[in-house]
């Protein structure tokens, strides 16, 4: 009897180690909502949203980027989520599950291979954004007014490799702490101080005096600029801004809880990207407006022409400071579900721990990593093949091809493969109508034109 009752003993230890184990690979619901929409709200909000809207009319394209936000980049985001749940994996090995065929976890490393290159011309910018804002707090980015001349040099030279490895490092570092010790906690911290930020920089904006000039024209529509090609760039701006089609958001689903709603999460996660790209619109276009910047001068508007107008602003170096820590906070954010997706693969496929497939995908991104950081500006800049250079066929490649690519076998995995996708939802009657005749028949065709406006065939 002693003995039997030490081997209950063991293994209710056991078990409860076991279910601790498992515990601590899960999100809470608050701290999936904040990491999803970590994930999705990155340097493309900021960067690339307010000069897009810019170039096609301002509130015309930012109601017609709603639309679209509505039409295919939820619907998928719920799609991604319920496949990551059900499967409990990677998009390799959900894939593999749901549709009981190594054909289709092949299709989903698509996804993971996408991520793992993202990352490794992602972590680059998200090194300059990190340089800006400590030289924009500590007053050195305006010694010199030449701000053109300024990032040119600095690209040039050796601070965008040291600062590509802080982040890198960085990201390793909260990746090898786990979900909820790890990418939780840094996204409850981080996510409302975003947050903040965005708020006193709103409130400054505001203030400016050619900010009602600059909010008429970003929320102002003048439907007469809106061509075929605004509703395609409307159309991929919605779907690529919240992380889709690259195993981001299938991989933070695979650590959600059971009783979390997935309709209302997605809904959650849709909102705050969108709540950040009005605010940082919001902070954009008073600004431009106020010093005579266009409004659609391309994504030298962040690094040249803005650095300008904070020169000019009372406590400039402080508000050009909050505005880079923003800007690094949202890379940083993005870098983490980046890595995770290829590390979650290598702990489900190879058995690694936890820290030896973090410090393995790690070594294996900067392999590549730091030529692209050398092609971006560097040394490299003008090696090329085909006309591009490193870093800008690594971002065609992935954002052009693999994204709209790993969005489509979602839809299809969906829609024709995976039985049980609307029962995972929780959606019930017309609702799982409507969302599985999107993912069979709408998403997909939209997905496609994506891809083809991308690869300038439409």
């Given at each position: 009897m002693p003995t039997q009752g030490k081997s209950q003993q063991h293994s209710q230890q056991k078990s409860s180690c076991q279910s601790g184990t498992k515990k601590s690979e899960r999100f809470s619901s608050s701290g999936f909502i904040l990491a999803a929409i970590g994930s999705s709200v990155g340097l493309g909000n900021m960067w690339k949203f307010p000069y897009v809207t810019g170039q096609n009319g301002g509130g015309a394209f930012f109601l017609l980027f709603i639309i679209c936000l509505l039409i295919v980049g939820l619907p998928v985001l719920l799609g991604e989520l319920a496949v990551g749940r059900a499967g409990r994996g990677d998009a390799v090995t959900s894939f593999t599950k749901l549709s009981n065929k190594k054909g289709w976890g092949a299709l989903g490393f698509v996804a993971v291979l996408a991520a793992f290159l993202i990352m490794t011309y992602y972590s680059t910018i998200a090194g300059w954004t990190l340089h800006y804002a400590?030289?924009?707090?500590?007053?050195?980015?305006?010694?010199?007014?030449?701000?053109?001349?300024?990032?040119?040099?600095?690209?040039?030279?050796?601070?965008?490799?040291?600062?590509?490895?802080?982040?890198?490092?960085?990201?390793?570092?909260?990746?090898?702490?786990?979900?909820?010790?790890?990418?939780?906690?840094?996204?409850?911290?981080?996510i409302p101080g975003l947050l903040l930020i965005l708020l006193i920089m709103l409130v400054r904006t505001l203030t400016l005096d050619g900010a009602a000039e600059g909010v008429a024209y970003f929320l102002y529509p003048d439907f007469s600029v809106l061509t075929f090609q605004s509703a395609l760039m409307a159309l991929g701006l919605a779907f690529f801004s919240l992380s889709l089609g690259l195993g981001a958001m299938l991989t933070y689903g695979a650590?959600?809880?059971?009783?979390?709603?997935?309709?209302?999460?997605?809904?959650?996660?849709?909102?705050?990207?969108?709540?950040?790209?009005?605010?940082?619109?919001?902070?954009?276009?008073?600004?431009?407006?106020?010093?005579?910047?266009?409004?659609?001068?391309?994504?030298?508007?962040?690094?040249?022409?803005?650095?300008?107008?904070?020169?000019?602003?009372?406590?400039?170096?402080?508000?050009?400071?909050?505005?880079?820590?923003?800007?690094?906070?949202?890379?940083?954010?993005?870098?983490?579900?980046?890595?995770?997706?290829?590390v979650s693969y290598l702990i489900r496929r190879f058995g690694f721990t936890r820290g030896k497939a973090t410090a393995s995908v790690v070594g294996a991104m900067y392999v590549i990593a730091l030529p692209c950081t050398l092609a971006a500006g560097g040394a490299w800049s003008d090696v090329t093949f085909g006309g591009r250079n490193l870093f800008d066929w690594l971002d065609f490649i992935t954002s052009n091809i693999m994204l709209p690519l790993g969005g489509l076998f979602v839809t299809l995995m969906v829609g024709y493969v995976w039985k049980g996708a609307g029962g995972e939802t929780g959606l019930r009657s017309l609702g799982m109508k409507i969302w599985l005749f999107t993912m069979r028949v709408v998403a997909p065709v939209l997905i496609i034109l994506i891809f083809l406006s991308s690869v300038g065939l439409v």
């Open positions: 400590v030289q924009s707090l500590t007053g050195n980015l305006f010694t010199d007014a030449n701000y053109g001349e300024q990032f040119t040099a600095f690209t040039a030279g050796m601070w965008p490799i040291i600062w590509q490895i802080v982040v890198m490092a960085l990201s390793g570092f909260i990746i090898a702490r786990g979900i909820s010790g790890g990418i939780e906690k840094f996204n409850k911290i981080v650590y959600v809880d059971k009783r979390q709603s997935l309709p209302l999460a997605t809904l959650a996660v849709g909102a705050g990207d969108l709540t950040y790209a009005l605010i940082a619109g919001l902070i954009i276009f008073p600004t431009t407006f106020t010093f005579g910047i266009e409004p659609d001068s391309g994504p030298g508007l962040v690094f040249v022409t803005l650095p300008a107008a904070f020169a000019s602003m009372p406590y400039g170096s402080l508000f050009g400071g909050l505005f880079f820590i923003l800007l690094a906070i949202a890379a940083v954010t993005s870098c983490l579900s980046l890595t995770e997706v290829p």
